[in-house]
């Protein structure tokens, strides 16, 4: 299977937006929900925000109200529009099946917020 491939991150001040974009396996995405994830220096990476096959989404509690995950099914893609950027937002992103799929990481995009 094709890895994931991520972008769309960068150096951002606080408050500012980022979109990240994810164009996913077709088989992984024709099947699973999918997830971003984000791991920060020194720490666990942690579920972000994931979206059914349907649309249905779900976000942690640190980013509910800010970031908007979806999806473009004929495209295999999956979006995070991340808004009102804090400091504790910055790390590597990665998107992945969700449950996880333990062998299908890609590279991530690295956000960097600064205050």
């Known amino acids: 299977q094709v890895q994931p491939v991520e972008s769309g991150g960068g150096l951002v001040q606080a408050g500012g937006s980022l979109r990240l974009s994810c164009v996913a396996s077709?088989?992984?995405?024709?099947?699973?929900?999918m997830a971003w994830y984000r791991q920060a220096p020194g720490e666990q990476r942690e579920l972000v925000a994931r979206?059914?096959?349907?649309?249905?989404?779900n976000y942690a509690d640190s980013v509910q109200g800010r970031f908007t995950i979806s999806r473009d099914n004929a495209k295999n893609t999956v979006y995070l529009q991340m808004n009102s950027l804090k400091p504790e937002d910055s790390g590597v992103y990665y998107c992945?099946?969700?449950?996880?799929?333990?062998?299908?990481w890609g590279q991530g995009t690295q956000v960097t917020v600064s205050s």
């Open positions: 992945n099946a969700y449950p996880i799929n333990s062998v299908y």
């Open positions: 077709g088989t992984i995405f024709s099947i699973y929900s």
């Open positions: 979206i059914t096959r349907g649309g249905s989404t």
